[in-house]
């Protein structure tokens, strides 16, 4: 997959907008919205979402297509900004299971993404949202793959989504003819799963 720097154009300033709470969702090319238009992509919807109940909350879109665990943990400190954020979403892995990436690897970098957005700010909230790989890569390494996410989310005691593209992964009607990134409708999908997990931290939503 190829990498995409359109991305830095979403991040002006590394501020929020006046009065508003940030949300980092440091992803790869499902987060960036591979092969569609930008606002067609989860973070675009999930701002929506925020802005149809009146949430005090800027969605910053921080995917690259491409992007791996390693990539993310160098990139962190710059996503965040400053002054960090108040919510952070990490969607990355996909392409570390695609590359044959060691599950300890890919287990150390989403330790250090988390150590490093709590250095920022000791109180943001993180989800980590969980990715799997398909059953040709082998049962061992699928199963030690699936394992990475939850067991970080339980160690580093932040929320967990378990599969970030539960009900559309393999689905060929929700993803482009590359079977591997959502349509507009999968991309609805996983907005979402999202928000289901995602609204349940902010104090704002009554749970």
């Given amino acids: 997959m190829s990498v995409s720097l359109g991305w830095m154009a979403t991040l002006p300033a590394q501020t929020a907008a006046v009065g508003k709470k940030r949300i980092v969702v440091l992803g790869d090319s499902i987060s960036a919205g591979y092969g569609l238009d930008r606002d067609q992509a989860y973070p675009a919807l999930l701002q929506k979402k925020m802005d149809a109940e ?7 879109n921080a995917g690259v ?14 996503a965040l900004g400053p002054k960090g954020a108040d919510v952070l979403v990490i969607a990355l892995g996909g392409n570390d299971g695609l590359r044959g990436v060691s599950p300890d690897q890919t287990e150390k970098n989403l330790t250090g993404i988390v150590a490093k957005a709590r250095a920022k700010n000791p109180t943001i909230k993180i989800l980590i949202a969980g990715m799997q790989m398909p059953d040709n890569l082998g049962p061992k390494y699928v199963e030690a793959f699936k394992a990475v996410f939850p067991k970080v989310s339980t160690a580093e005691k932040t929320d967990l989504l378990p599969y970030l593209l539960e009900g559309v992964g393999g689905d060929e009607k929700l993803n482009q003819p590359d079977r591997i990134h959502p349509t507009a409708e999968g991309q609805q999908k996983i907005a979402d799963l999202v928000w289901a997990k995602l609204k349940a931290l902010l104090p704002e939503v009554g749970n």
């Fill in 54 to 60: 009146g949430l005090p909350y800027e969605v910053v």
């Fill in 65 to 78: 297509s491409g992007d791996t665990t390693a990539g993310g943990l160098r990139r962190i400190d710059w």
